[in-house]
Nanobody, 127 residues
């Protein structure tokens, strides 16, 4: 059984930083690209970052580019999302997800390409 678990959410002030982690079990981790998504209240879930199985290729939504960094440690079956310069608009539930298919510039943010999802972790940015 595949398990995806995110940790690291919390309450932070504007301009602050947080680091999310996501650990996966039950699949061959380094066969899978990984993505971070988020969903704010009343809004659709959006893809914000993706990393290829090797870690060589990354993709970012324009809303987080330059502020967020996705990375992975295949030895630990874990990915990370380093978030800096947090803004109130970043308040959301953040989800980690795994996909077997190769992400592309057009497909990396498509949630239907991701098969395994975590339960999410809440990030709240206060002003």
């Amino acid at each position: 059984q595949v398990q995806v678990a995110e940790i690291g959410g919390g309450l932070v002030q504007v301009g602050g930083s947080l680091r999310l982690s996501c650990t996966v079990s039950g699949l061959v981790f380094d066969d899978h690209a990984m993505g971070w998504f988020r969903q704010a209240p009343g809004k659709e879930r959006e893809g914000i970052a993706c990393i290829s199985w090797s870690g060589d290729t990354t993709y970012y939504a324009d809303s987080v580019k330059g502020r967020f960094t996705i990375s992975r440690d295949n030895a630990k079956d874990t990915i990370y999302l380093e978030m800096n310069g947090l803004e109130p608009e970043d308040t959301a539930t953040y989800y980690c997800a795994a996909r077997f298919s190769l992400p592309t510039e057009l497909s990396w943010g498509d949630e239907y390409e991701y098969r395994h999802w975590g339960q999410g972790t809440q990030v709240t940015v206060s002003s």
